[in-house]
């Protein structure tokens, strides 16, 4: 029932976002697809300064709030980030989570990313915690 519902909600949100990017051009201009693995396996969609993922294991929903390019000898641009969020994941843990990231635009409309994320459990027991993301994205 878990793979079903994860399958099932990542069906819908790629769905959705994809729908989104070509419907709404001007207002999710730059709007982001892909896969990674964050809460699992699935797909991440990136509109405006939102990152939102739906995976095998869980959701989470961030806030980039400051991003700023890096000088490295890679061919095309490294930017890195900084967010605030939260995730759920299908087994009830909830929290919030501070992802420190950077991504690379290695090709036309292909980037990659890494994360390293901070968290805070906010079940019964609060519990700090570092989660870890990667993934590949497509612009629209």
Do not use: C, H
């Amino acid at each position: 029932m878990k793979s079903f519902k994860a399958a099932t909600l990542t069906l819908i949100a790629t769905l959705v976002l994809a729908g989104l990017a070509i419907a709404e051009e001007n207002v999710f201009k730059g709007a982001k697809l892909g896969l990674a693995f964050d809460r699992g396996l699935g797909v991440i969609g990136t509109v405006n300064n939102f990152n939102i993922f739906i995976g095998n294991d869980g959701a989470a929903v961030d806030y980039i709030f400051k991003k700023d390019t890096l000088k490295v000898e890679l061919e095309g641009t490294v930017n890195w980030y900084v967010g605030g969020g939260a995730y759920a994941d299908w087994d009830s843990d909830r929290g919030i989570r501070l992802p420190v990231g950077a991504e690379w635009y290695f090709a036309k409309n292909l980037d990659a990313f890494a994360q390293v994320m901070p968290r805070l459990r906010l079940n019964n027991d609060a519990r700090f915690g570092i989660d870890l993301a990667l993934g590949l994205r497509y612009k629209f």
